[in-house]
C-alpha cells in the first residue's frame, strides 16, 4: 500500500493498484535480464552490483521514479483512465510503452501488438532505430549467443502481448498454446488474474498457474545508502520487500480471466528470430493458436509510426495507433472481408476492483 502527499486525489492504491503492480513486476524482470543477465540471482544479505539498485529506484513508491505508480497512473490518464481507475492488461501494456521512451538508461524498445498479431517488420523497425544515448547492455549480451551477422545496433526488445482467450472463461483450446508459451526461453510469464484481482503468473505445473500476488502487504523500502546499510557497515535485509521470500501462488488454469497479457524479452536480433521460430512451432502445433505471427504489415491496417519522443507521450494528446486502426479497418471492412457489424475492440474487460 503506497500514500500520495497533498492534492485531492487517492491516498493509497487499494482496491485499484493491484494491475499496476503487475505491469511493475513484469517490466522490473525485463530491465533485470537487461541489465544484470539471466544468470544473475539476488541473494539475501549480499552487496548487489549498482544495476540492480538502479533498477529498484525506477519502481521506488516516489512520484519522481519513473515506473513508480504515480507515474503509470498519470500516464494511464492519456489511455482514458483517471487516477484510481482499474486498469486491464492492454491499459498497463499501452502505459509502459509510453514510459520507456523517458528511460535513456535502458533503451528499452517495447512494443504492444494489437489486434492478436505480432508484425515482425514493425518490431524491427522499431528495434534497429538508431539510439542517440550508448548502450550498457554487457550483461545482456552473454544472455544470448549471437552470430556476427546480426547488428549490434539492436535495441533490446520487451514485447507484450494483450489476449482474450475467451467471453467470460478462458477457452480450453488456448491452453496448450499458453503453456508453449511460457516455456519458452524469451518468456516474461504474462499478467492477467480473476475477476477484482490481478496477479503476475511466472509459470505453470500441471494444469495449475504459478504466480505472484501483489497484494501481499510489503513494507515501504527506500534504496539510499542509509537503508541498506547497517550501523556497523554491513548489509541489511531491507530489498527482501523486492522479491519472493516464500514459494508462488498456485492457481486452476479453469480460474484464469481470459483477459491477458503475455511478455516476452529478446535481448538481441538473434533472441528474437529465435522466438520467431519458437513461436512458429507453436502456433503450427495448435488448431486454435492466441495469435498470429506475420511478416508483413496486413494492407488494411494504416502505416507503422515510430514513437518519435517523449513529448509525444506526455500528456496523451497523440492518439494510439490501434485508435487509427480501428477507423481504417472499420471504413474498409465493407469491401475487404464482407462484415456487416463490427466486433468489440476491447481487449480487456473493465470492471470495478474492489480487492487488491
Known amino acids: 500500500m503506497i500514500f500520495f502527499s497533498g492534492g485531492t486525489g487517492p491516498t493509497s492504491d487499494s482496491g485499484w493498484g493491484c494491475m499496476l503492480r503487475c505491469g511493475q513486476m513484469v517490466l522490473a524482470q525485463a530491465l533485470l535480464l537487461l541489465h544484470l543477465g539471466r544468470e544473475w540471482r539476488w541473494k539475501e544479505g549480499l552487496k ?20 513508480s505508480i504515480h507515474q503509470i497512473a498519470q500516464m494511464g490518464v492519456g489511455e482514458g483512465k483517471a487516477v484510481g481507475q482499474w486498469y486491464g492488461p492492454n491499459t498497463v501494456a499501452q502505459v509502459l510503452r509510453k514510459l520507456s521512451l523517458f528511460d535513456d538508461w535502458s533503451s528499452l524498445s517495447v512494443h504492444v501488438a494489437m489486434d492478436n498479431t505480432v508484425v515482425i517488420e514493425d518490431i524491427r523497425k522499431l528495434c534497429l532505430t538508431s539510439s542517440t544515448k550508448p548502450h550498457e547492455h554487457e550483461p545482456c549480451e552473454r544472455y544470448s549467443e549471437q552470430g556476427a551477422s546480426y547488428r549490434s545496433s539492436w535495441r533490446p526488445l520487451l514485447l507484450l502481448v ?3 482467450l475467451g467471453l467470460t472463461d478462458v477457452n480450453t483450446a488456448y491452453i496448450s498454446s499458453l503453456k508453449a508459451c511460457l516455456t519458452s526461453p524469451y518468456s516474461l510469464g504474462f ?45 541489511t535485509n531491507a530489498d527482501c520487500s523486492y522479491h519472493c521470500m516464500h514459494p508462488p501462488c498456485r492457481m486452476d488454469m479453469s480460474q484464469l480471466d481470459p483477459s491477458i497479457a503475455l511478455g516476452f524479452f529478446c535481448c538481441t536480433e538473434h533472441d528474437f528470430d529465435s522466438w520467431c521460430e519458437h513461436i512458429r512451432t507453436v502456433m503450427c502445433g495448435n488448431q ?34 490501434d485508435e487509427l486502426r480501428e477507423e481504417n479497418v472499420l471504413a474498409s471492412w465493407p469491401r475487404s472481408r464482407g462484415w ?17
Not at 481487449?347 to 470495478?352: G, M
Open 191 to 235: 499478467i492477467g488474474g480473476q475477476p477484482n484481482s490481478a496477479h503476475y503468473f511466472i509459470g505453470f505445473v500441471g494444469e495449475e498457474l504459478l504466480f505472484l500476488d501483489p497484494h501481499t502487504v510489503q513494507p515501504a523500502v527506500d534504496v539510499s545508502d542509509d537503508d541498506m546499510m547497517g550501523e556497523t557497515g554491513e548489509m
Open 48 to 67: 548487489q552490483p549498482a544495476a540492480y539498485y538502479r533498477v529498484l529506484h525506477c519502481f521506488l513508491d516516489q512520484k519522481d521514479c519513473l515506473y
Open 340 to 356: 456487416t457489424t463490427a466486433p468489440s475492440r476491447s481487449t480487456s474487460r473493465q470492471r470495478t476492483d474492489s480487492g487488491s
Open 288 to 321: 486454435l493458436p492466441m495469435f498470429e505471427l506475420v511478416t508483413t504489415r496486413p494492407k488494411h491496417w494504416p502505416p507503422f509510426v515510430l514513437p518519435s519522443g517523449p513529448s509525444d507521450q506526455a500528456g496523451g494528446a497523440v492518439r494510439r495507433e
Open 162 to 164: 494483450p489476449l482474450r
